[in-house]
């Protein structure tokens, strides 16, 4: 930042193939920073990011990104078709392979009830969709992508309980075989975590999972 302050400062953590990394801390705290610095949407300015031995900075940049799928909280969607828009996560995709991804993301039962199916234009940024079928879409386009390293940001956050709790079913299966980077402010919603990753002021404070972290004082452990 200006003025030379650091937005993260001194972070490592090693992630396993597979696991589910949950990064939980103030707003400001560093985590999107750290998940974004994963496929170089920033550059790292010292030290070293490396995914299986080889430094980040030795892929090719479409080679790297291509390594990775995100679903945030402010999904794009094109003004497009339902079917153009999750064909963006795969271009090579069949419509078989789109339908499949639909009936994982829990949106089947939406696009059938819409007058033109997945032909339907769902207007700029997707507004004549609701914030809950948006994400399920995102969703279903993150599975087209199959993408081995998953980035949730806040996938959840700005949706009713009924939509987060289909949502939520839909990430469960979409985590599965994935090495996934988690945030999230409900900490509810990282129990199950591989690893729990605590930030504050762009530091990594603590690191375990929810039984190690709540069985003693810890800075996770009270904002619960």
Excluded at 51 to 57: E, K, N
Excluded at 70 to 76: A, H
Excluded at 207 to 214: I, P, Q, R, Y
């Amino acid at each position: 930042y200006p003025g030379g302050k650091k937005a993260l400062d001194r972070v490592s953590f090693q992630v396993r193939e597979g696991e589910t990394i949950a990064l939980v801390g103030p707003s400001g705290s560093g985590k999107t920073s750290v998940v974004n610095l994963l496929p170089r949407l920033y550059e790292i300015s010292e030290g070293d990011i490396r995914i299986d031995g080889s430094s980040i900075r030795d892929f090719e940049l479409g080679d790297l990104r291509a390594l990775f799928g995100f679903v945030t909280q402010d999904t794009f969607l094109f003004h497009d078709t339902i079917y153009k828009n999750i064909l963006y996560g795969n271009p090579q995709a069949s419509l078989s392979d789109v339908e499949k991804a639909c009936a994982l993301a829990c949106c089947s039962e939406f696009i059938e009830k819409l007058p033109k199916g997945l032909d339907t234009v769902v207007g700029d940024r997707g507004v004549m969709l609701s914030g809950g079928e948006r994400q399920r879409v995102a969703i279903a386009r993150a599975f087209l992508r199959n993408a081995p390293i998953l980035v949730l940001d806040e996938a959840t956050s700005n949706l009713d309980s009924r939509s987060e709790a289909i949502v939520q079913k839909a990430l469960q299966e979409l985590v599965v075989g994935r090495t996934t980077f988690m945030i999230a402010h409900r900490l509810s919603t990282v129990r199950s975590a591989s690893q729990i990753l605590f930030f504050e002021n762009g530091k990594l404070l603590e690191s375990g999972n929810h039984e190690e972290l709540t069985s003693r004082p810890s800075h996770y452990r009270d904002a619960l």
